[in-house]
């Protein structure tokens, strides 16, 4: 069964203090690993997509990697406005789109 | 604005009422969502179309229906509301794979 699971569930930081969130996934076939970004009463918004080990995406302070089971969302120096629930999602092969969500994780930067 | 735009925003139903969510995107894609967000859940597929004139059940299609009217809209349905079906409804549609899903801001339900 395809499955995601993130940790931590929540992560506090200081401003400047960096830090990595974690995306563990098994599944059949991995078409691509999405991370989205959430803001409290908003709908999801797209961070990367990757698609094969090894692969890195960079955006501002966020960095993305990716293994064979799991990814990384790096976050270098974050500032409050960093502050939002982190989602990561995968896509298998061959299944109509349909992308499957970890639960995320809620991060929250203190100045 | 492009993007995904759904209606209505709150609503607070009895038990047993119905009503219909609506979605539309104006972004000339082809596939579209409708999931759940609980907490500690994170994201549910209820239904999804693949393509106008198509529909399939996701994870969690109990008590829901859908219908893709065009190419544009795709509404969900709930006969018969329940307390479970408390929930924050996201819409979503789907174009070029770099890009995963574009999500509306979705639909706040209380069932009481």
């Known amino acids: 069964e395809d499955q995601v699971t993130q940790s931590p569930e929540a992560l506090r930081l200081q401003e400047g203090e960096s830090s990595s969130l974690n995306c563990s996934y098994t599944?059949?076939?991995?078409?691509?690993l999405f991370w989205y970004r959430q803001d409290p009463g908003k709908g999801p918004e797209f961070l990367f997509t990757?698609?094969?080990a090894g692969e890195e995406k960079e955006k501002e302070r966020l960095k993305a990697t990716l293994t064979k089971k799991e990814s990384f969302l790096h976050i270098t120096a974050p500032k409050p406005e960093d502050s939002a629930t982190y989602l990561c999602?995968?896509?298998?092969?061959?299944?109509?789109?349909?992308?499957?969500f970890g639960q995320g994780t809620e991060l929250s930067v203190k100045p | 604005n492009a993007g995904v735009t759904q209606t209505p925003k709150f609503q607070v139903l009895k038990t047993g009422q119905s009503m219909t969510l609506q979605c539309a995107q104006d972004?000339?894609?082809?596939?579209m969502y409708w999931y759940r967000q609980d907490p500690g859940m994170g994201l549910r597929l209820i239904y999804y179309?693949?393509?106008?004139?198509?529909?399939d059940k996701g994870e969690v299609p109990n008590g829901y229906n859908v219908s893709r009217l065009n190419k544009r809209e795709f509404s969900l349905r709930l006969e018969s509301a329940a307390p479970s079906q408390t929930s924050v409804y996201f819409c979503?549609?789907?174009?070029?794979?770099?890009?995963?899903?574009?999500f509306g801001s979705g639909t706040r339900l209380t069932v009481v």
């Open positions: 979503a549609s789907r174009g070029t794979a770099d890009y995963g899903y574009t």
């Open positions: 599944v059949s076939g991995l078409r691509g």
């Open positions: 990757l698609y094969s």
């Open positions: 999602a995968v896509q298998a092969n061959n299944q109509g789109g349909k992308l499957i």
């Open positions: 972004m000339n894609h082809n596939s």
């Open positions: 179309s693949a393509s106008e004139g198509t529909t």
